[in-house]
Nanobody, 123 residues
Framework: QVQLVESGGGLVQAGSSLRLSCAASGRTLSSYAMGWFRQAPGQERLFVAAISRSGGTAYADSVKGQFAISRDNAKNTVYLQMNSLKPEDTAVYYC?????????????????WGQGTQVTVSS
């Protein structure tokens, strides 16, 4: 089993950047595909980005070219670099882990979740 803890969220102005981190403990991160999801109030949890065990990546159309997911297996940490933030990026951001060789993009595919970190972008 793996435990995930997100950090790096906060309140920023539109156009700013943030880097979210997801630190894993309990098992080595290299065994997992990792994903980032976000959930705004009253809305469903939506896919943002994913990275496979081999380093392949996938992004939601809404964040392509704006966000970048990466992983540092030596630090057991996954990152989400978010640039040119917009008010519509405001949400709670969750990281998730799945024991798969694929690149899952739906919440149901993931077995482990962090508690989330709030990102608020003001206009």
């Amino acid at each position: 089993q793996v435990q995930l803890v997100e950090s790096g969220g906060g309140l920023v102005q539109a156009g700013s950047s943030l880097r979210l981190s997801c630190a894993a403990s309990g098992r080595t991160l290299s065994s997992y595909a990792m994903g980032w999801f976000r959930q705004a109030p009253g809305q469903e949890r939506l896919f943002v980005a994913a990275i496979s065990r081999s380093g392949g990546t996938a992004y939601a159309d809404s964040v392509k070219g704006q966000f970048a997911i990466s992983r540092d297996n030596a630090k057991n940490t996954v990152y989400l670099q978010m640039n040119s933030l917009k008010p519509e990026d405001t949400a709670v951001y969750y990281c998730a882990a799945d024991l798969t060789i694929g690149l899952p993009t739906t919440p149901a595919k993931y077995d482990y979740w962090g508690q989330g970190t709030q990102v608020t972008v003001s206009s």
